[in-house]
C-alpha cells in the first residue's frame, strides 16, 4: 500500500511539473480555455432552454395543428353529407309527392337533379322485395347483384323512415365501370291507391368527393386522415387501405373507437399523434395522424442550428481569447526577453511604452529601474575613478616632495650645528610618520594613529618652523579606538601652518580636538593664524586654489573634503569658521565607525 | 554606498511624479484598441454566424431519392395499381416517383373506348403476334430508351416490367455500365421472372403456386371428374409456362380429372376462336385461361353458347381482375378468378429500391399472395379493395 502511495504521490509530482513546464500553467492557455469553457457552457445551457422551450412550443403547436385540421376535415364532411341530406330529401319530395313516381314531370326534375350534381350516380327506387320500380337514369339492374343482400337494402328494411348511410362500397347493381359509392337509403311507406306501400329510395353518391376530401388533407409530410365507422369499426377511408388489407399496414382502430380529443401511439416503432372527431349524421369519425418524428425534425433541425451556433461561438471564443492572451501575454514575454538582456549586462535596454494600461505602466517601470540601474552603474564607475584617483592625490601630498625636501633641509641643518636629538626626533617623526602614511595600503586607520600621524607631522613643522608655533592635541578617549579615513588632518594641519602661521607675527598656536557630537566624531582644528577672509572660505571649498604661492595649495583641502564625502555622503565633510587676524577653526565630521564594524562591513563587502 | 541609494529614490521619486501626468495618454490608447479589438470581434461574429445561418439553409435535408417506374409496367389496371401502391411507398419513405412511359397507350391499334377501361393496354404484350403498329423489337427499344431518359432524369433505382428476356438484358447493361459515379442503378421486377442476372429485387406473385390455386379452384367446381382444357399457354413467356406447370402439378392428384388439349392464343378473339374450336370439338368441363384474354374470350364463347342453348355449364377458372373479367365474374360466366394485388407490387417494388438505396438488406424475390375471388365472394369487403382499388 505504502510505496503504492508513495508511486501515486511521485507521479502526481511528476505531472504537475511537467504541467509547470509545460503550456498549461501559461497565461495564455488560462484565459483561452477559461473563456472558451465559461462561454460554451453559458451557451448550452441557453440553447438547452431555448430548445426546451421552443420543443414545447413546437409540440403544442403541433397538436393544435392535427385539431384543427381533422375538425376542418370532420366540418367539410358533415357539411358535404348534410347538403347530400337536403339532395336526398329534395328528391324523396319530388320523386314521391304524389304517391306515383311514373310521368314525365318527374323523371325531368330527377334529371335536373342529377345534373346538376355529378357526384350523384344513380336514383334508385325499389320495393321491399327488391324489384325495381324506378331508376334515373334508367338501366337494367342486374340480376346478379342480388340487391336484396346488399347492406343498405336490409338498414332501409330494418329502420324505416331513417335515412341511413352506407359505408363506401362498390355498386354493381348496374353495367359499366364499377364506381365506390356511399349508398343513402330509406324506407319509406308510400299511399298508393288508398293502399300502404313500402318502396326503397337509394342514392348512390360517390365517394371520390369524400376520398378527396380526405386525400387532400395533408399533416406534415407523411401524417393522414382516415375516417372510421363508429359502430362496427370499420374503416371508411384510409389512404393506405390497399396496404392494410395486405396486411401490410395496420391501424389502431380500437383506440381510435374509444378516444375523444387527441391521443398518442406508437405504430411500427414510430410515435404519432393522433387526433379524433365525430362527424355527425354519419356516424364516423375522422382521426388525423401527424408522425411525431415530424415535429422532432423541428426539433432536430434547431439542434443541429444550435449545435452550429455553438460550435462557431466556440471557435469565435477560441479565436478572440488566443488574441486576447496574445495580446496580454506578448509585451510579458518581451519583457521578458528584455530582462534576459539585462541580467546578460546589457543595460541599455528598452520596454516599448505600449499595451494594455497595466503592461504599459510595467514596461515605464521596468524602463526606469534599468534607467535607474544604469546610471547607479555609470555613478559607481565614475566615484571608483575619482577615489583612486583622490587617494593618489592624497598619497601623493603625503610623501609631498617639497615637504621631504624642507624637512631633509631641516635635518642637514640641524647636523650642522649639531643638534643631534633634534635630529634623531625629526628622523623618527619622519620615519613614523611615512609609516603610518602607508600603513599597509588601507585606506581607513584608527583615530588613533591619525593623531599619531598629526602629532609627528606637526613635530616635524615645529622644528622646521622653529617653534614658530605650539600644539596641542586632545581627543576623548571613547573617541581614539574609532576609525576615519587616513589622512585627513595632515593638509589641513598644513593648510593652518603654512597660511594661518607663517605669516603671523605672533606665536601660532594649533589646537586639535577630538570628540564625539552626538553620532558623529568630529576633529577640530583651531588655529589663531591670520584668518580667511569670506570669499577665501567659500573658494575653498569650491576647489580653486586660494593662494597661487605657497608649497599648500586649497587642492588639498577640497580632496579631503570630497574625499570624506565619497567615502562616507554628503551629511558628512568639512565646516570651516575663519575671522581675520583671530584664526581659523576647522571641522571634519566623519560618521563614529568602531573597529569591529569596519571589519564586518569588510567582511560583507 | 549609501548615498547612492538615497540619491537613487530621490531621482526615482522624481520620476514617478512625471509619470503621472502620463496614465491619461494611457487609458486613451487602451480604449482605442478595445475599440479596435471589439470592431474586430463584432466583424467576425457577424461573419461567422452569417456562415452558420448559410450552412443551414444552403445544407440539404438529403435530397430524396428518385425512383423511376417505368410504365406500363403491367396490364391495364395492374399498371395503375402498381402506380399507385409505388406512389403511396414513396411518398411514405420519402422519395420522388417518376414514371416514364416507353410507349404511348395512345399509339396502340386497341384504343379503350372510355378512359376508365385500361384494359386495353393489356394488348400491348401480346401484341406483336398480332399485326399492330409497333413491333416486338421496336418496343423493346423504346423500353430500353425509357429507361435511358428515366437516368437522364437522375432516377437511382429502376422498377419495370420487361417486355422480353432482351429487353431486360439490354436494360441491365445500361443501368450497370452508364453510371459514372461507379454506383450501379437497382434494378426491381415486377410481376416478370426472366433468368438475367444483375436484377436487384423480383417482386411477383409464385405463378406456378397461382396455378396450383386456379388447378384446385378446378377440381372442386368440377367436383373431382371431368375433362379440363388449358387456354392460352405460351411456351415463351416464363409466367405461362409456370402457371401452366402449377395447374397440371395440382390436377394431377385427380385421377378423374383429365387435362385435355392446349389451345395457344394470346388475345381475346384468337380466343374465342380458340375456345369455340376447342367446345365444337371436345367435351370439356372447364376451361382454364392462363391469362387474362384467354379467359375473356373463354367468355364470350360461353356468353354465345349460353344464348344459343341453354344449359351448357362449363367451369372458367382465370387469372387477373380486370374490368370486363370482373364483370364475367358477376354474372357467373367465370367462377373463379386468381388475383394479384399490383398495389403491394408497386409499394414493395419502391420499399425494396429504397431500402437498396440505403444500404439495406434487400430481399432478392419477394412472393406476393395471390387469392383466389369467386362470383359469391366478390363484393365482400375486403375483396372489393381488392379488386377494385382505385375510387372513381
Known amino acids: 500500500m505504502r510505496p503504492f502511495a508513495g508511486w501515486i504521490r511521485s507521479l502526481w509530482l511528476k505531472f504537475r511539473s511537467r504541467l509547470r513546464s509545460s503550456r ?159 349508398s343513402m337509403s330509406k324506407g319509406i311507406t308510400v299511399r298508393q291507391n288508398g293502399q300502404d306501400r313500402q318502396v326503397i329510395l337509394l342514392v348512390d353518391i360517390n365517394f371520390k368527393q369524400m376520398d378527396e376530401l380526405s386525400r387532400r388533407v395533408s399533416l406534415g409530410q407523411r401524417g393522414y386522415v382516415y375516417i372510421i365507422d363508429e359502430s362496427a369499426g370499420n374503416i371508411v377511408y384510409h389512404p393506405q387501405q390497399q396496404l392494410m388489407y395486405m396486411g401490410l399496414k395496420s391501424e389502431n382502430i380500437e383506440q381510435a373507437l374509444v378516444a375523444t380529443g387527441s391521443y398518442e401511439d406508437e405504430a411500427d416503432g414510430q410515435k404519432r399523434l393522433n387526433a379524433v372527431k365525430s362527424v355527425a349524421n354519419i356516424g364516423w369519425k375522422i382521426v388525423g395522424v401527424a408522425y411525431l418524428d415530424e415535429i422532432m425534425t423541428t426539433r432536430q433541425e434547431v ?66 529601474m534599468v534607467y535607474k540601474i544604469r546610471t547607479l552603474m555609470n555613478e559607481i564607475i565614475h566615484e571608483q575613478e575619482q577615489k583612486r584617483r583622490l587617494e593618489l592625490e592624497a598619497l601623493q601630498a603625503q610623501i609631498n616632495p617639497h615637504f621631504l625636501y624642507n624637512t631633509l633641509n631641516s635635518v642637514v641643518r640641524m647636523v650642522g650645528m649639531s643638534r643631534n636629538e633634534e635630529v634623531i626626533t625629526m628622523i623618527t617623526s619622519l620615519s613614523r610618520l611615512f609609516r603610518i602614511s602607508l600603513s599597509q595600503g588601507k585606506t581607513i586607520i584608527t583615530v588613533r594613529e591619525e593623531l599619531e600621524h598629526a602629532h609627528h607631522y606637526l613635530t616635524i613643522q615645529q622644528m622646521r618652523f622653529k617653534r614658530k608655533f605650539n600644539f596641542s592635541m586632545k581627543a576623548d578617549e571613547d573617541t581614539l579606538d574609532c576609525l576615519t579615513l587616513k589622512l585627513v588632518l595632515q593638509p589641513l594641519i598644513e593648510n593652518a601652518i603654512v597660511h594661518g602661521i607663517e605669516y603671523h607675527m605672533d606665536e601660532g598656536c594649533i589646537e586639535i580636538r577630538v570628540y564625539r557630537e552626538d553620532d558623529k566624531l568630529v576633529f577640530r582644528i583651531t588655529d589663531n593664524g591670520v584668518g580667511m577672509t569670506e570669499e577665501q572660505l567659500s573658494k575653498l571649498l569650491m576647489g580653486s586654489p586660494v593662494v597661487k604661492s605657497g608649497a599648500g595649495s586649497g587642492v588639498a583641502v577640497r580632496n579631503v573634503h570630497d574625499r570624506i564625502q565619497l567615502y562616507y555622503g554628503e551629511l558628512y565633510g568639512l565646516e570651516f569658521e575663519s575671522e581675520l587676524e583671530e584664526g581659523t577653526t576647522v571641522w571634519i565630521r566623519i560618521p563614529i565607525q568602531s573597529e569591529r564594524e569596519e571589519d564586518d562591513a569588510h567582511e560583507s563587502e | ?134 413491333l416486338l423489337s421496336e418496343r423493346e427499344q423504346a423500353q430500353v430508351d425509357a429507361v435511358s431518359l428515366a437516368m437522364e432524369q437522375g432516377a437511382s433505382a429502376l422498377l419495370i416490367d420487361p417486355l422480353s428476356e432482351k429487353a431486360l438484358s439490354d436494360i441491365i447493361q445500361k443501368a450497370q455500365t452508364k453510371d459514372a459515379n461507379g454506383v450501379i442503378i437497382p434494378v426491381i421486377l415486377l410481376n416478370d421472372e426472366f433468368p438475367v442476372k444483375g436484377i436487384t429485387s423480383v417482386i411477383s406473385i409464385d405463378n406456378v403456386e397461382a396455378g396450383r390455386q386456379a388447378g384446385q379452384a378446378m377440381a372442386v367446381l368440377m367436383g373431382g371428374r371431368g375433362r379440363v382444357a388449358l387456354l392460352g399457354p405460351d411456351p415463351v413467356n416464363p409466367v405461362l409456362i409456370n402457371r401452366e406447370q402449377g395447374v397440371e402439378e395440382s390436377l394431377a392428384q385427380y385421377p378423374d380429372i383429365h387435362v385435355e388439349a392446349q389451345s395457344v392464343c394470346s388475345t381475346r378473339d384468337a380466343c374465342w376462336q380458340a375456345a369455340k374450336q376447342l367446345l365444337d370439338e371436345q367435351q370439356v368441363d372447364g376451361l382454364i385461361a392462363l391469362q387474362e384474354p384467354a379467359s375473356l374470350g373463354a367468355a364470350d364463347e360461353l356468353n354465345r353458347r349460353t344464348s344459343e342453348n341453354n344449359g351448357n355449364k362449363v367451369k372458367i377458372v382465370g387469372f387477373g381482375s380486370e374490368q370486363q373479367q370482373l364483370e364475367q365474374l358477376q354474372e357467373g360466366r367465370i367462377q373463379h378468378l386468381i388475383v394479384q394485388n399490383g398495389f403491394s407490387a408497386g409499394y414493395l417494388g419502391v420499399n425494396q429500391a429504397v431500402a437498396r438505396l440505403n444500404n439495406q438488406q434487400v430481399q432478392a424475390r419477394v412472393t406476393l399472395e395471390t387469392k383466389l375471388v369467386s362470383t359469391d365472394n366478390m363484393f365482400w369487403m375486403d375483396n372489393q379493395k381488392l379488386l377494385f382499388p382505385f375510387v372513381q
Open chain 2, 1 to 134: 554606498m549609501k548615498a547612492n541609494k538615497i540619491n537613487g529614490t530621490e531621482w526615482m521619486g522624481h520620476l514617478v511624479m512625471k509619470i503621472n501626468l502620463c496614465p491619461r495618454v494611457g487609458i486613451i490608447r487602451m480604449r482605442v484598441l478595445l475599440l479596435r479589438y471589439m470592431a474586430m470581434i463584432a466583424a467576425t461574429c457577424c461573419l461567422l454566424l452569417c456562415v452558420a445561418c448559410g450552412m443551414s439553409n444552403a445544407e440539404p435535408a438529403g435530397s430524396p431519392p428518385r425512383i423511376a417506374l417505368i410504365t406500363p409496367a403491367g396490364t391495364g389496371e395492374l399498371a395503375e395499381a402498381i402506380r399507385l401502391g409505388a406512389e403511396a411507398a414513396a411518398k411514405e419513405a420519402g422519395a420522388e416517383l417518376i414514371t416514364v412511359e416507353a410507349f404511348p397507350s395512345e399509339g396502340l391499334t386497341y384504343a379503350p373506348s372510355n378512359p376508365d377501361f385500361t384494359a386495353g393496354q393489356g394488348k400491348v404484350k401480346q401484341e406483336h403476334l398480332q399485326n399492330g403498329t409497333y
Open chain 1, 303 to 368: 439542434n443541429g442550428y444550435l449545435i452550429r451556433v455553438l460550435l462557431v461561438v466556440l471557435v469565435l471564443v477560441i479565436l478572440v481569447s488566443l488574441f486576447l492572451s496574445s495580446s496580454l501575454t506578448r509585451p510579458i514575454r518581451r519583457m521578458e526577453r528584455k530582462m534576459k538582456a539585462v541580467e546578460r549586462g546589457d543595460f541599455n535596454v528598452e520596454l516599448p511604452i505600449e499595451g494594455p494600461l497595466e503592461v504599459e505602466r510595467l514596461s515605464r517601470r521596468f524602463n526606469l
Open chain 1, 24 to 182: 498549461v500553467s501559461s497565461i495564455r492557455f488560462i484565459i483561452t480555455w477559461s473563456f472558451s469553457v465559461f462561454i460554451v457552457l453559458v451557451l448550452t445551457i441557453m440553447a438547452l432552454l431555448l430548445h426546451d422551450k421552443f420543443t414545447q412550443a413546437a409540440e403544442r403547436s403541433a397538436e393544435l395543428t392535427t385539431r384543427q385540421i381533422v375538425d376542418q376535415v370532420s366540418y367539410n364532411l358533415e357539411d358535404y353529407v348534410r347538403s347530400m341530406s337536403h339532395l336526398y330529401r329534395a328528391i324523396e319530395e319530388h320523386m314521391l309527392r304524389d304517391g306515383t313516381w311514373e310521368g314525365d314531370q318527374v323523371d325531368k326534375q330527377l334529371d335536373t337533379l342529377l345534373s346538376s350534381r355529378e357526384d350523384i350516380i344513380s336514383i334508385t327506387l325499389l320495393d321491399s322485395t327488391g324489384h325495381l320500380l324506378k331508376n334515373r337514369p334508367s338501366a337494367e339492374l342486374k340480376p346478379s347483384a342480388h340487391v336484396t343482400q346488399q347492406g343498405w337494402f336490409q338498414s332501409a328494411l330494418r329502420v324505416p323512415d331513417h335515412l341511413s348511410f352506407s359505408l363506401p362500397h362498390i355498386q354493381n347493381m348496374y353495367t359499366g365501370p364499377y364506381k365506390w359509392v356511399v
